[in-house]
């Protein structure tokens, strides 16, 4: 497996204001990333987390002007493990800072609500898949053909399909723990630059250059983000345009 799932990065108007909410609501810990001096970047992840490991994947809180608009097509679904639990998170969520959102979702066991910045999360009922998951159950990915778009997947993030059901595939790390990587078949066209997205990184001695062009070699496509020529990492889009960033070696 030439390249692995590290983190998901989230776009931030306050990177430590979103992962002070986001380690409170994972029960998890923001550390600091950056360099002095230089924009803040927060990583959020489990306590003694030995990073890039499976087991889960840490959010990355980067800084970028312009407040969010439309719904992401990415979203991270939390699990619960009881009817009461659910309620309990719920309204620790709330109590946090999230709001109530609405994206038609209708009548659902799960409830939606939206972080402080707008970014959308369901925390979905019980569900015997999710037990074993750590409190994030999916990262979730808007997409038109989930079927297709885990062929592609599998090979970045070195995930395997897990389960596939009519409209939604679910790709898992090998080892068999932490979140599902979920495409869920949801209609109509993506807008504008994802806030959030999967970074990916070749294991120790593999190349940026080489991974890059293998995965160009099987959908993926140079993305102009505004990034800067001089970055040491390669920023693509999937088949279906989703941004990502094939990281240096880890």
Known sequence: MPTRLVHLVVDA???????????????????????AGEPEVVDVWPPGYSYPDPAAV????VPVPGPKTGKNPVHLDLASTSPSHQAEL????????AQPAEIGQGDVPWVVLADPEGNELCVLEPRDEYLDTGPVAAIVIDCADPAALAAFWTEAAGWPVARAEP?????????????????LRVPGPRQGKNRLHPDIA???????????????????????????????????????????CVLTPR
């Open 13 to 35: 108007l306050d990177p430590a204001s979103q992962a002070r909410f986001w380690a409170a609501a994972l029960g998890w810990e923001p550390v600091v990333t950056s360099p």
């Open 58 to 61: 840490p959010l990355v809180f």
């Open 90 to 97: 719920v309204a620790r969520l709330r109590d946090l800072g």
């Open 167 to 183: 409209g939604i595939t679910g790709l898992r790390s090998p080892a068999g723990t932490g979140p599902y990587l979920e495409l």
């Open 202 to 244: 070749p294991f120790p001695g593999g190349s940026i250059a080489a991974e890059a062009a293998r995965l160009r070699a099987i959908g993926a496509t140079p993305a102009d983000i505004g990034q800067a020529a001089d970055l040491p990492w390669t920023v693509l889009a999937d088949p279906e345009a989703n941004e990502f």
